[in-house]
């Protein structure tokens, strides 16, 4: 899914709540990430000087990039519609951490693609990578998590509270989805570089699970059944 809105940027970000202070660290560890991973990718070689080979096609480097990209765009696309539909500030700050943090992780993982000269797509079944049951996609829900059309369209038709517990109850299971493909893929790694930024989005992801089900729960909401 691709997005229609501006480039986020760090600037257009507000000053975050004192709940959520760990989310501009984790947002700094990615970008040092991004800053050096590519070029050693491309050089054959790791930070340590040992042989890095690059992916196939098939592999779960490969899948677990192009698979987790496109789970984080649909994230990016779900912040930008409440942040357009409600004027909680709590709620704005957290989509601003969203969009920034995800979009940042998904160049990082386009762009291993690209170093590795593999597509960014290339028509396997999602989740293909992961050695298990093949994920039953439907609706527009392409891998764990997802939200579906149906689900997009009914947030664009909320506005204020009603916006905000729909949005959190979606990105509650959204994250949760992204840990189980996360974790899959540390399971599987044999990218250092690359199973970091996956262990950073399972821890980054479960601590932020916490603190949306406090948000819904300050709403007199829960979250989605399973």
Known sequence: ????????????APVRSRRRVWWPAALAAAVALGLGVPALVAS????????????ANDSPEAGFARDMATHHQ????????????TTNEEVRNLAFDIINTQANQRGMMMGWLDQWGLPQSNG?????????????????????????????????TLSGKDAEIFYLQLMIRHHTGGVEMAQ???DLSSNPVEKRLAESMVNGQRSEIDLITQMLAERGAKPLPN
């Open 74 to 85: 649909q994230a990016i696309d779900m912040s930008f519609i409440v942040r357009d539909r």
């Open 184 to 186: 899959g893929y540390v």
């Open 124 to 156: 396997v079944t999602p989740m293909a990578w992961m050695k298990m049951e093949p994920y039953q996609a439907h609706d527009g829900s392409l891998m764990p998590g997802m939200a579906t059309n149906a689900d997009l369209a009914k947030l664009r």
């Open 1 to 12: 899914m691709t997005s229609d809105h501006d480039e986020p940027t760090a600037e257009a």
């Open 44 to 55: 054959g070689s790791s930070a340590s000087g040992s042989s890095v080979s690059v992916p």
